[in-house]
């Protein structure tokens, strides 16, 4: 044991004096040196790292601060908005947003731990700067670091078409449709007399597109009366909103595959556009079974982080809509990857966006030039609430309201709009509500 020892110290410091070596004849200059093998400790960095290797290439264009902000519409929600604003030594700025659900704290810190990777370097290159936040974080993205790196992102392509000239969707090639992007509002109605009244409403703005979901929480092994509910509510939306209003129904992961495929299964005559989450999107085997007991077609995705996250759903054919939410996925660059990589298997794109309205513009830009999209969802009502008027208040414009059924184009360059700091000082963070937290009868955890 002891003879082992000696010839693994040995080995250790042969590998550190020969990485040593190397330096001190010439070896490429590095911006980081690890001082021992297992040791995780860096030297000091002197700018983002690689730096140096763009030097020649450079825009000219720097970002010299980094700041980020809470905002808290009320004391009872659990998404405070998180945004991320980034500024250049030629004064363009670039705003982002990271807004997670019940974790609003966490992600700011998180994007501050990124203060090294931003400081100094060229918000033209998106994709180098990506890479090394995802990267050398080591620990591979989940929500949290997913989230923080989405606000970066965004704000680093507003920068880029802001430096441009060109609205981000023409920098991604797009639009595909010159009439906007299309998509849904939100429904609640409970009675048919209130689902009467949003179906007239739908029509006089050319909304064709609208979602709702199930009532109750629900065990894996169901019994018929709730499940009679949930199939009764999906029933009376299609009779009430008629057949010229496409209806998604989401499920937000309530059921297990064999509730969900009894439910599906009992409302394929009404022909919906798609089931959402009829199970949590980690377990694909799960959603698999369900999706070869319908041909309603499957959705789902919101929840998960980077394109790396949905390569099993696309490889094994298991969902026809994929939903990634573009504060959380990764941004701009993560959404535009997923998309592509899901296009190739004929696989739809209805992203997710129930935060707050930057990511919501920003996924507006994405859409536009993809050619696999079907959908965005809004989390607004088909009548404007405050919440809208607040966002038209922050940007001078109804942001993320619908006209004729469609999200209009910006002309204006990056995501198309501009903001002050001063105009979120009226709502000042407030700390993060946690989300809601169900149980079933006998006390265990339901998913809600």
């Given at each position: 044991m002891r003879l082992l020892w000696r010839n693994f110290v040995r080995r250790r410091n042969f590998l550190a004096l020969g990485c040593a070596s190397l330096a001190a004849a010439g070896s490429p200059a590095r911006s980081?040196?690890?001082?021992?093998?297992?040791?995780?400790?860096?030297?000091?960095?002197?700018?983002?790292?690689?730096?140096?290797?763009?030097?020649?290439?450079?825009?000219?264009?720097?970002?010299?601060d980094l700041k980020v902000f809470g905002i808290?519409?009320?004391?009872?929600?659990?998404?405070?908005?998180?945004?991320?604003?980034?500024e250049t030594n030629q004064g363009l700025v670039g705003w982002g947003e990271g807004t997670l659900e019940g974790k609003a704290g966490a992600v700011m810190a998180c994007i501050n731990d990124f203060r090294d990777f931003l400081i100094g370097a060229d918000p033209m290159q998106v994709e180098h700067i990506w890479e090394s936040m995802y990267v050398h974080s080591f620990y591979r993205a989940g929500p949290v670091i997913g989230s923080a790196i989405s606000g970066i992102d965004q704000a680093l392509w507003d920068l880029r078409g802001k430096a441009l000239g060109m609205p981000v969707y023409k920098l991604l090639g797009g639009p595909?449709?010159?009439?906007?992007?299309?998509g849904y509002y939100h429904v609640d109605g409970a009675t048919r007399e209130e689902l009467l009244r949003i179906r007239?409403?739908?029509?006089?703005?050319?909304?064709?597109?609208?979602?709702?979901?199930?009532?109750?929480?629900?065990?894996?092994?169901?019994?018929?009366?709730?499940?009679?509910?949930?199939?009764?509510?999906?029933?009376?939306?299609?009779?009430?909103?008629?057949?010229?209003?496409?209806?998604?129904?989401?499920?937000?992961?309530?059921?297990?595959?064999?509730?969900?495929?009894?439910?599906?299964?009992?409302?394929?005559?009404?022909?919906?556009?798609?089931?959402?989450e009829p199970c949590p999107p980690e377990n694909v085997q799960a959603m698999e079974k369900i999706a070869r007991r319908s041909t309603t077609p499957i959705a789902t995705g919101e929840r998960l982080i980077t394109s790396y996250g949905c390569r099993e759903l696309i490889e094994m054919g298991v969902v026809d809509v994929l939903q990634t939410d573009i504060n959380h996925v990764g941004g701009i660059t993560a959404l535009w990857k997923v998309a592509a990589t899901a296009s190739?298997?004929?696989?739809?794109?209805?992203?997710?966006?129930?935060?707050?309205?930057?990511?919501?513009?920003?996924?507006?830009?994405?859409?536009?030039?993809?050619?696999?999209?079907?959908?965005?969802?809004?989390?607004?009502?088909?009548?404007?609430?405050?919440?809208?008027?607040?966002?038209?208040?922050?940007?001078?414009?109804?942001?993320?309201?619908?006209?004729?059924?469609?999200?209009?184009?910006?002309?204006?360059?990056?995501?198309?709009?501009?903001?002050?700091?001063?105009?979120?000082?009226?709502?000042?963070?407030?700390?993060?509500?946690p989300m809601a937290r169900v149980f079933h009868d006998d006390a265990s955890v339901a998913e809600w």
């Open positions: 980081t040196v690890r001082t021992d093998w297992c040791d995780c400790s860096f030297l000091p960095q002197a700018g983002p790292a690689g730096l140096g290797a763009f030097s020649d290439i450079n825009s000219g264009l720097k970002i010299t808290s519409l009320n004391l009872t929600s659990d998404r405070p908005y998180v945004f991320v604003k980034l595909f449709d010159a009439r906007g992007v299309r007239q409403t739908a029509q006089e703005q050319g909304v064709t597109c609208v979602k709702s979901g199930i009532p109750g929480y629900y065990e894996w092994l169901e019994r018929r009366p709730k499940i009679e509910r949930a199939i009764k509510a999906i029933q009376l939306l299609r009779e009430t909103l008629g057949p010229d209003i496409d209806i998604a129904v989401d499920f937000h992961a309530k059921t297990s595959p064999s509730v969900a495929s009894i439910i599906v299964k009992e409302v394929e005559p009404l022909n919906l556009l798609f089931v959402e190739v298997s004929s696989i739809s794109m209805a992203p997710h966006s129930c935060e707050g309205p930057i990511g919501g513009l920003a996924t507006i830009h994405v859409d536009a030039a993809m050619p696999n999209f079907l959908v965005q969802e809004i989390c607004g009502r088909v009548k404007p609430t405050a919440t809208d008027k607040v966002w038209e208040e922050w940007l001078g414009f109804p942001a993320m309201r619908m006209l004729d059924g469609r999200f209009p184009l910006s002309q204006k360059p990056g995501l198309g709009f501009e903001l002050s700091e001063a105009s979120l000082t009226k709502y000042p963070f407030r700390g993060t509500r």
